[in-house]
Antibody
Framework: QVQLQESGPGLVKPSETLSLTCTVS????????WSWIRQSPEKGLEWIGY???????NYNPSLKSRVTISGDSSKKQFSLQVTSVTAADTAVYFCARGPGDAPYPFEYWGQGSLVTVSS | SYVLTQPPSVSVAPGKTARITCGGN??????VQWYQQKPGQAPVLVMSYDNRRPSGIPERFSGSNSGNTASLTITRVEAGDEAAYFCQVWDSSRGHAVFGAGTELTVL
């Protein structure tokens, strides 16, 4: 059974950088699409972007200027960075896996990591 | 960008049928996914590619998609089906996933 686990600071100051890592417990990380998705009461579910270790990264146009997704296949991890955060970036951040031939549907999800932006 | 419209809430008595809709411009030309989310938990995929049930999802769940409306239908509704349900498509023109705002299903 595929398990995903988000990790990272739960509190980030305004204007700083939010960093999260998703660790994949089993199976190949190279053969699938891996996404970051966040959820807040204000914006609902918002797809942030994906990494496909075999050769592509794609971002939500609305966040592209502030977001970087990277990965380390040897550690079976992928990461998210969001720069210049504001209170609007406060959300539960999920990592999720898509199938091998497309970034969706999101078949497996991590439990989520609450990130609060506050001074 | 592409917008998905869901009713905020649907209520149904146990044993009855619930239908949750997801509206979008020519959504019938897109592949629609549905996710169930219970409080404090991550979303769970309950329907993919309009009408494919993932392993472990009861046959009581079915999906359809045509024209400007996609639907998730739950027959013989149980108390355990009470949750928020979100539809999702891929906006190919902008290359990103889009989610509906969600529908809270209440089992009376």
């Amino acid at each position: 059974q595929v398990q995903l686990q988000e990790s990272g600071p739960g509190l980030v100051k305004p204007s700083e950088t939010l960093s999260l890592t998703c660790t994949v417990s089993s199976g190949s990380i190279s053969s699938y699409y891996w996404s970051w998705i966040r959820q807040s009461p204000e914006k609902g579910l918002e797809w942030i972007g994906y990494i496909y270790f075999s050769g592509s990264i794609n971002y939500n146009p609305s966040l592209k200027s502030r977001v970087t997704i990277s990965g380390d296949s040897s550690k079976k991890q992928f990461s998210l960075q969001v720069t210049s955060v504001t209170a609007a970036d406060t959300a539960v951040y999920f990592c999720a896996r898509g199938p091998g031939d497309a970034p969706y549907p999101f078949e497996y999800w991590g439990q989520g990591s609450l990130v609060t932006v506050s001074s | 960008s592409y917008v998905l419209t869901q009713p905020p809430s649907v209520s149904v008595a146990p044993g009855k049928t619930a239908r949750i809709t997801c509206g979008g411009n020519n959504i019938g030309s897109k592949s629609v996914q549905w996710y169930q989310q219970k409080p404090g938990q991550a979303p769970v995929l309950v329907m993919s590619y309009d009408n494919r049930r993932p392993s472990g999802i009861p046959e009581r769940f079915s999906g359809s998609n045509s024209g400007n409306t996609a639907s998730l239908t739950i027959t013989r509704v149980e108390a355990g089906d009470e949750a928020a349900y979100f539809c999702q498509v891929w906006d190919s023109s902008r290359g990103h996933a889009v989610f509906g705002a969600g529908t809270e299903l209440t089992v009376l």
